[in-house]
């Protein structure tokens, strides 16, 4: 059963920076996609970054040239380093994963299968 663990969310200034971290634990095999979703109050969960098996990155238009995903395999952990960040960024993120590839293409996050607890962001101006 894969464990997703997000830490590093605190609250800053508009303009700083934040990297998040999501711990995997208890899987064998890398799932197919590793992704950070973000939900703020009152409004849609919606995906902010994705990277893939294969290393394909995508990323909401939203956050293109700020934010950064990445992982660290021996660690079996994926990160997020958010620069430039926008009061528009505050909201709880969290790391999603699924072995499931029409999943990592459809976006949805309804059908991700694996969710840490997430982690608070608050960016205020």
């Known amino acids: 059963q894969v464990q997703l663990v997000e830490s590093g969310g605190d609250s800053v200034q508009a303009g700083g920076s934040l990297k998040l971290s999501c711990a995997a634990y208890g899987y064998t095999s890398r799932p197919s996609c590793m992704a950070w979703f973000r939900q703020a109050p009152g409004k849609e969960r919606e995906r902010v970054a994705r990277l893939d098996s294969d290393g394909s990155l995508t990323y909401a238009d939203s956050v293109k040239g700020r934010f950064t995903i990445s992982e660290d395999n021996p660690k079996n952990t994926l990160y997020l380093e958010m620069n430039s960040l926008k009061p528009g960024d505050t909201a709880m993120y969290y790391c999603?994963?699924?072995?499931?590839?029409?999943?990592?293409?459809?976006?949805?996050?309804?059908?991700?299968?694996?969710w840490g607890r997430g982690t608070q962001v608050t960016v205020s101006s």
């Open positions: 999603a994963a699924d072995y499931r590839w029409n999943v990592c293409y459809s976006g949805s996050w309804q059908l991700y299968y694996y």
